[in-house]
Each structure stands twice: as C-alpha cells, then as structure tokens.
Nanobody, 125 residues
C-alpha cells in the first residue's frame, strides 16, 4: 500500500488542522493505520492509530482530548483532526500502515511496515 499525507501547514496556537492519509494500491481493510510525528532533534513518536475495519482507536497521552482519528472506507483515507494545537505539536507528521491485524498494536515504529512521506505541521505561539 502507498500512503500520501496532506493537510499540514502553519497555524496559531489554539487553532485546528485536519491531516489526511490517502491510501492507494490496496484497500485498507485488515490494516491498522497509525499517525506518528517527529520534531527536530527528537525521536519519532506515535500519536494515534485506528483499526480500519472496526474503528478501534488509541491515542498518545499528549494528544488525548485534542486529536481525533477517523477513517473513510469509500475514500480509503484516514484523517487526523487536530484541535487546540500547541507549539509542542510542531513536527513532521507521518502516517503508517500495518497489515493483517484487526486489533490495536503497540504505537511504535517497528509495528508498521509502510510509511508516507510526511507533512509539516507548524504551530506558532
């Protein structure tokens, strides 16, 4: 599966953005899709994930209550709605996929096989 992220940009603190992860080459059934982010000088960290067929989700503590992950079967796309953005949310955001499971997995890089190219999110104070 090929993944393409979009929707990043520059936003003021307290603002919102919606990221999209569009998949091609394979329907996302039987996939878990994750969102990760990497800030300059920091390791990549897991943000959220969704089991595409069942809608089960998981969030990092740092984004709970502010970010919402969702999926659109017809568009083969996963979204990350980000509200109440903070400067510390500034990072390159990546979506990633792992195949063959219908339960949430550990939100770590090694659990995911396919990656998009990333989209930059910058939150100004």
């Amino acid at each position: 599966v090929q993944l393409v992220e979009s929707g990043g940009g520059l936003v003021q603190a307290g603002g919102s953005l919606r990221l999209s992860c569009a998949a091609s080459g394979d329907p996302l059934n039987n996939y878990v899709i994750g969102w990760f982010r990497q800030a300059p000088g920091k390791e990549r960290e897991g943000v959220s994930e969704i089991v595409f067929d069942y809608g089960s989700t998981q969030y990092a503590d740092s984004v709970k209550g502010r970010f919402t992950i969702s999926s659109d079967n017809a568009k083969n796309t996963v979204y990350l709605q980000m509200n109440d953005l903070k400067p510390e949310d500034t990072a390159v955001y990546y979506c990633a996929a792992t195949y063959g499971t219908n339960v949430v997995v550990e939100l770590r890089e090694h659990e995911f096989d396919s990656w998009g190219q990333g989209t930059q999110v910058t939150v100004s104070s």
